[in-house]
């Protein structure tokens, strides 16, 4: 199984997201932002959060434009895979991959704590080693993740079963209280907590590691 | 040419950074400010010289990066 983790000038999440992914068992490929393609035989690539491009015009429109995003568009159209944290929800959002939006929070301030997020669907690569209607703590760290969607959007995302997660209780203002989103084909998903950092018992909490083993285990059949 | 481009949030989504600058308002002592929206204003040099090219032109920049059009408007003025 192989991971390509895209590196934008203001990425903080990129090595935290590549340890996760290889203590799953991937192997893992860096790739920088104004690299025109993917290492051949990617499966996933996972876009991290941090402050790409310093946040400038709007969280993650630059990267969304960057040559490397390019070819990220082009490989989930040819059906692969692709994990948008924080950061990189935002761009998979700002790309049309993924339908909404992500803008400030609406409480106005930044939040970094762990928060309680209730599993919406076990059927994706990427939620299939968890229940549905599991309880889970996984930490969120945003000033943007306030995720803005209409109500046809929300009640097409119900009626395909695409909220992968949603927060037991509201931090930031998110329509219906959503915290991340899979792609018509089940195969992209974006969310704004960070399993990533809670993927080992060093992290304080292990409750994100099952994502990364859900995905490997996805991959590895497939 | 110039051209500068106002990009706001469109109707009906909520801006808390405009309300927050209404509280803060109110806080200084302003009385009767409504609801306050806050936006941006985009300033950019183009090379074009017909006008309706420079507006097409600027339209396209302002669809494809200027603004995010799922919840943001933008106004184009060209001169």
Do not use: N, Q, S, Y
């Given at each position: 199984m192989k991971a390509a983790v895209l590196v934008f000038p203001g990425s903080n999440c990129d090595r935290d997201l590549a340890v996760a992914f290889r203590n799953a068992g991937a192997e893992?490929?860096?790739?920088?932002?104004?690299d025109n393609a993917l290492p051949a035989g990617v499966d996933v690539v996972g876009i991290p959060g941090g402050f790409s491009f310093g946040d400038y015009l709007r969280c993650g429109a630059i990267a969304a434009r960057s040559p490397i995003t390019r070819a990220v568009i082009e490989h989930t159209h040819r059906g692969g895979y692709a994990l948008g944290i924080c950061n990189g929800f935002q761009v998979l959002t700002e790309t049309g991959i993924l339908p909404g939006a992500l803008m400030r929070n609406a409480g106005l301030?930044?939040?970094?704590?762990?928060?309680?997020?209730?599993?919406?669907?076990a059927d994706s690569a990427f939620t299939a080693c968890y229940a549905k209607g599991q309880r889970i703590s996984i930490p969120i760290a945003h000033h943007d993740g306030n995720y803005v969607a209409d109500a046809d959007l929300v009640a097409r995302l119900r009626d395909e079963d695409r909220i992968a997660f949603s927060y037991a209780e509201n931090p930031n203002g998110s329509t219906a209280g959503i915290a991340g989103i899979l792609s018509e084909n089940r195969r992209v998903l974006g969310l704004m907590p960070h399993?990533?950092?809670?993927?080992?018992?060093?992290h304080g909490g292990t409750d994100g590691a099952a994502l990364f083993r859900s995905l490997i285990g996805a991959l590895a059949l497939a | 040419m110039k051209a500068r481009v106002h990009v706001m949030l469109k109707d009906g989504v909520l801006d808390p950074q405009g309300q927050a600058v209404a509280h803060a308002l109110g806080t200084l002592g302003f009385q009767g400010v409504g609801e306050v929206r806050q936006?941006?204003?985009?300033?950019l040099e183009l090379a074009e010289t017909d006008r309706t090219r420079a507006e097409a032109q600027v339209r396209e920049m302002c669809e494809k990066l200027l603004a995010n059009t799922v919840i943001e408007?933008?106004?184009i003025e060209i001169g």
């Open positions: 893992v490929t860096m790739v920088w932002h104004k301030k930044f939040i970094c704590k762990p928060v309680d997020l209730t599993v919406e669907t399993p990533e950092r809670a993927a080992e018992p060093a | 936006g941006k204003v985009i300033d408007r933008f106004d």
